[in-house]
């Protein structure tokens, strides 16, 4: 069992940057994936972000340039840098770990979810 806790939100103004923190538990935090979810209202939830346990990386078109998704396994911590946030970006962020899945590529191969952190972005 994993529990996820996100950190890092709140309200910037167009522009600016959050970075938001997951901490995990437990001791086998460096096999997983990572993953960064967003769910605007009443939109369905998005991949923002993963990284593989070796440390490779994707991101959605949407925030490719923007936004930078890292780890730390001695903290058992995944961040997301967000730099350049616009107004779309407003959402709850939701940390999730996949220990299935090498790739992690559709949100059911998430196994562990966080209870999200809200962005707002918005002069």
């Known amino acids: 069992q994993v529990q996820l806790v996100e950190s890092g939100g709140g309200l910037v103004q167009p522009g600016g940057s959050l970075r938001l923190s997951c901490a995990a538990s437990g001791r086998t935090f460096s096999t997983y994936a990572m993953g960064w979810y967003r769910q605007a209202p009443g939109k369905q939830r998005e991949s923002v972000a993963a990284i593989t346990v070796g440390g490779s990386t994707n991101y959605a078109d949407s925030v490719k340039g923007r936004f930078t998704i890292s780890r730390d396994n001695t903290k058992n911590t995944v961040y997301l840098q967000m730099n350049g946030l616009k107004p779309e970006d407003t959402a709850v962020y939701y940390c999730?770990?996949?220990?299935?899945?090498?790739?992690?590529?559709?949100?059911?191969?998430?196994?562990?979810w966080g209870q999200g952190t809200q962005v707002t972005v918005s002069s």
């Open positions: 999730a770990a996949c220990s299935r899945v090498a790739v992690p590529r559709f949100i059911s191969d998430y196994d562990y």
